[in-house]
């Protein structure tokens, strides 16, 4: 694929992906950036099989007498009526109950369902597997689309959530933003002083920061859901109620990305990644162990986790493996998961 030009300020060439013509070769090249990712490709699918996965093409409607339950926002902007057409959510789609195709529940599709991408994938497969051996029940078509509505209804009462898929809230947010910064520059002309909204400013350990916990609570509850139907080897608790680890995850996954919003706001080095942040409050949700943080920034360290002028012992500590156990002592092996009467920690 042909650059589409060069960038004289960032010293870096613009490709099209999708372009037909002929490669070319290009010399002088000081960087190779290599991005991980992919683009899922179902066209080999019946048309009827593949609007399973169209998720874009996704409206929904809520009751006429919906109304959304009090929340921290709920002072500020009020009661916000929905949108009549809603748009597609980040985790329920409208024809996939569970991973089954609600319209032929003989076909299954496992895709991300949440951010925990590589975990969520892994329990899509074994509630799959479930439903294939009959270990978990398909419900009827009928409570698949009830209950995706009902999920979708829960989403709605997350703000964080109803944001992306509502138009009308996501005007009301912006426009009390947009007021709120005005006030502020008029304030900052008069030499007055002015407290910004905390949704505008994104403070901190504020209301802002639990807004963004409400949003890991409920990503950690559709992995615990699951994890119940599949009969996966490990529980974060339930859809309703999550265990102390589930607890524990929601914790670190909020801290999380609150911290990468607020890498924004960081001019002091350009250099930081996310890798870079305060790692002291991760640790495994089994052991314990204690997240190690590299001994530089990540741009600088090598598969060692040493730096190029490290002096002296340095790298990462070497750590005993754990893996799970049955009282017997016997190494799980496949699905054994389902046998397990305990963890025991090597």
Known sequence: FDPLGFDEKTQSYYFDEDSEDEASTIYDITAVILATGYKSNIEFLEPSL?????????FWSLPKDWKMEPNVLTSTVGDVAPAEKLFHSDYTAKNIHNNVFIDNPSMFFIYENTNQQLFDLDVSARLVFAYIYGDAEIPSTEEMREQNLQRYV??????????KVDVNYMVALHEMVEEDEKSFKKAEEKGIKYEMHWYTEGTYGGKYHDLIKQECEYEVKIC?????TAGYMVSFGNYTHLSSIGNDLVGMLSEFYFNKLMMESVEENNRLTYRDLDVSMYKSLYTGTKSVPFNGWWLDVDKNGCTENEVGDCGFPSIEPYVFRRKSGKKLTGYDVNLIDTLLIK
């Open 154 to 163: 829960d989403e709605m009462n997350i703000p964080l959530n109803r944001k």
């Open 224 to 228: 615990a859901r699951d994890i119940e």
């Open 50 to 58: 593949k609007k399973a996965m169209e998720f874009k093409s996704d």
